[in-house]
């Protein structure tokens, strides 16, 4: 029998941030990637390649992108993001219950990981589409969100199995990992179901890397709760848990929020899974310039309490939880031009009219006289004086409503009215297995499981109720790096 000193199981970013990272000190590295390859990395390859990272200026912005020019430079206002403002972030979103030790570490190497990334090939550009807005004739960055990867999710995955290729990592794919092999010493491989035949493969460590559970709709709805069968996967669907179960058939220990995910508003009528030719294209996250109404014609959210990296990942939740499980958001024609790129794609549920009356009676499924009543209530409680402004919390708010929008209550009265139906997408489940800063798998007992890391979405206890959009990736990655290092480590003895 083949024995390897690391085996990795999965495809996407952390899985092969391990590899690589593995790879620096160990001879053989396998990945296991359940996917056929032309659907493999996992959600990494759905992605936008968006990428939350510390920086304290420009200069730590040249050396992640330093082909940045001069020109680019002089028109961009990048602000900074400092080491307190992303465990801020981190404290805040998820009410202050994410584990300050993977925390800080996820925080405090997120810089140094990129860079080590783009040593392996990853190359970097700030998300000017998306994360800032011009003003004056300069682009200034909000959100603390200002890289991502060139070519998205699918030219991250694509430059990942590149470096992984190059550096001598065998890759293995439509090669299901089944269970592990362990016994009281640890982890020693992996039963693998590859095209369809089951065979064990050794290692001396293993580093689990196979995503949540949220492809799974018999796990969503026993973790997660009623209706969560109803929701729509946004990435793979490949992510069904597998990789947690059989770490806790061997007794690791499960840890954060079991019952909690991130989920978005997505396309009413986008499949049950997320399709790789539209990739991120369903997603509808431009609904802090509106409003969103149910089938009751009720606004039910405060659109604009904060900025939408901030909000966007748990409104799916509060989207499933309306009659039956979508919301339309409306916009006028103020604020089209602010709406991102996804509202223009083909597979759009949209209606469009020149007044609101005529509006209401086009939107599929919804109470057409509360609905107008509600955006006649909404309208007169904005207050008008204050201005509007995109790239701060304006405070432009309503006043007297039972449910207030806190920011960038603009009026609805500039046809042509447009409304965009949504429903909820769910991106990755929060619950999974607990890790020790050195990504080590921790048992039911405390210990660390000899040979056995972890990384990645199926990590428990780093996020809670809510996330700042384009963590996911860099904490694949952070911990993907320890997670490698320490497997080689071991593998060695
Ligand atoms: C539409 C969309 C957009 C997103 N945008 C962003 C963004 O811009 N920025 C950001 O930071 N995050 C984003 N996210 C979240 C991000 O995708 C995840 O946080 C991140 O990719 C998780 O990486 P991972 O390597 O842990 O999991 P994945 O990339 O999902 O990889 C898991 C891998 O495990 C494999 N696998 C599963 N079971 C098995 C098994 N039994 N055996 C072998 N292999 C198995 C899968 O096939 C897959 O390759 C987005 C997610 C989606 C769906």
């Known amino acids: 029998m083949e024995l390897y000193d690391v085996i990795v199981i999965g495809g996407g970013n952390a899985a092969m941030c391990a590899a690589l990272a593995a790879r620096e000190s160990a001879e053989r590295v396998l990945v296991l990637e359940r996917a056929p390859e032309d659907e493999a990395g996992g959600n990494s390859r759905f992605t936008a390649g968006a990428m939350r990272v510390v920086y304290n200026g420009v200069e730590d912005i040249k050396t992640l992108v330093p082909d940045l020019t001069p020109e680019e430079i002089a028109r961009t206002d990048f602000g900074t993001y400092t080491e307190e ?38 190359r970097f550009v700030p998300i000017y589409g998306r994360q800032a807005f011009k003003i004056d004739g300069k682009f200034k960055f909000w959100g603390g969100l200002t890289l991502e990867t060139v070519g998205g999710g699918p030219g991250l995955v694509d430059a990942l199995t590149r470096a992984v290729k190059k550096n001598g990592i065998e890759l293995w794919y439509s090669a299901r990992a089944v269970s592990l092999i ?11 179901k590859r095209e369809g035949k089951t065979t064990q493969v050794r290692g001396k460590a293993v580093v689990l890397a196979g995503g949540g559970f949220q492809s799974n709709p018999e796990w969503r709805t026993r973790y997660l709760g009623p209706n969560w069968e109803l929701a729509k996967v946004r990435g793979t669907r490949f992510n069904t848990g597998d990789v947690i179960r059989m770490a806790l058939d061997i007794g690791a220990s499960p840890t954060g929020n079991w ?60 989207i499933l939880n309306q009659p039956g499980q979508f919301a339309w958001q409306v916009f006028d024609k103020k604020v089209v031009h602010l709406l991102r790129d996804e509202y223009r794609i083909k597979q759009v549920t949209k209606v469009t009219a020149n007044t609101l009356e005529e509006l209401v009676k086009k939107l599929d499924d919804v109470n057409a006289e509360a609905a107008l009543d509600e955006i006649k209530r909404y309208n007169a409680a904005v207050r008008s004086e204050i201005p509007f402004n995109p790239n701060v919390k304006d405070g432009r708010r309503t006043e007297g409503l039972a449910l207030n929008k806190s920011n960038w209550a603009n009026l609805l009265d500039t046809p042509p009215f447009e409304a965009y139906a949504v429903t909820c997408g769910i991106t990755f489940t929060f619950g999974g297995l607990r890790i020790n800063t050195d990504a080590q ?53």
């Open 259 to 318: 019952s909690g995910c991130h989920a978005v508003g997505w396309e009413r009528n986008a499949p049950e899974f997320g399709d790789l030719a539209v990739g991120d294209g369903f997603q509808k996250h431009s609904y802090p310039w509106g409003i969103m109404l149910n089938a009751e014609g009720k606004r039910f959210v405060d659109e604009g309490a904060d900025f939408r990296n901030y909000t966007y990942a748990k409104y799916g939740r509060v």
């Open 441 to 493: 798998v921790i048992s039911t007992d405390g210990d660390a499981i000899p040979g056995l890391y972890a990384a990645g979405e199926l990590v428990g206890g780093i996020f809670y109720f809510n996330y700042p959009g384009g963590t996911g990736l860099t904490n694949g990655s952070v911990f993907g790096k320890i997670a490698g290092t320490n497997a080689a480590k071991f593998a060695r003895g």
């Open 85 to 122: 403002q992303f465990l801020d972030d981190m404290a805040r979103v998820t009410q202050f219950r994410c584990d300050p030790d993977l925390t800080e570490i996820l925080v405090k190497k997120s810089h140094a990981t990129l860079d080590w990334m783009r040593s392996k090939g990853i």
């Open 182 to 192: 362990a016994d009281d010493d640890g982890v020693h491989g992996v039963v693998v």
